[in-house]
């Protein structure tokens, strides 16, 4: 598809007068949140929440150690050095997790490197520890050592990127937007929820000032006017999403029905969704003013599978009563 000209899908009328709908835009920088801040947050503000699992410590101690990264410049007799700091793999053991913090003199021919200090923890005795601290004129390893292990903390109790993309495309896919092809977070949401995308962003603004690694979030909506080439341009971006989900719903459909499930809830939930994916082609068909006929075959076979999961689950359930 042809890459999208921004100049000329740019509109001004926020009443949805010759409006298409709204382009949607967000980068997840690498965020640390308070799981029980987040939750508040999505509670206040309608946004379904979701807890995500629990970070083990292994992961907990990389992603800490992995956060720590430093440029230095300094200058010395009109000699201007470079250094970079951060942790590297350090020989493995048993039961204890262990990393390097390590200075890297950048050279003009070859680089230098230094151990500072030993960063571990003992997964025994569930022990955080450093050691081994080299005194630097230009780094504070000791520092450096204090925020990975605060870090290693947060891991443990925060909600992280992963988990906020997960409540974000949900909350997306609540509001029936279209993920624009071969793009990062930039999604198209019709004009029936152009409102809901207001509360996005003050959502995202919010999660941003709570963010406990010091980076920004970035959220930034605009209009589309409503015109025949932006009605074509969505179309196709509605068939390339919408293909991929019908094909992910009927691979689960169909994996339910073949192993013989014997959770109703499940199957119903699946169910719900084919449902909505319905309903949101009726939609599209009513903001694009023309009938989504590409994928009909794909929606029957999905419709075939849905009135089977829903009979399972309805048999299922008579038996428990019975």
Known sequence: MEHINFKQVMGSSQNGENVLGKFLYFSLSNILIEK???????????????????????????????????????????????????????????????????????GRQTNTYEKLANIQYDKQDMLFGYDNIIHDMDVDAAAFCRRAEELFELYQRCANRKQLETICVNFLRGIEATKISGTGHLYFVPRQFMAKVDIFEDFIEMVSRENRNDTSLMCNSFYIIDDEKQRQKMTEEFYSAVKKEIAEYQERATYFIDTGSQSPSVMERWVTKIQALETKKRH???VLRKELSGLDDEYETLRFLSQELSLRAQSIRFQKAA
């Open 36 to 106: 029980e801040q987040l939750s508040e947050l999505c509670g206040g503000m309608g946004i379904p929440y979701s807890g995500g699992n629990r970070v083990s410590v292994s992961d907990a101690f990389r992603s800490a150690t992995g956060d720590i990264k430093d440029r230095i410049v300094t200058k010395e007799y009109g000699e201007t050095r470079i250094y970079q700091v951060y942790c590297r793999d350090n020989e493995r053991a048993d039961g204890m997790l262990s990393r390097e913090l390590v200075k890297e003199t950048v």
């Open 284 to 286: 599209y068909e009513e």
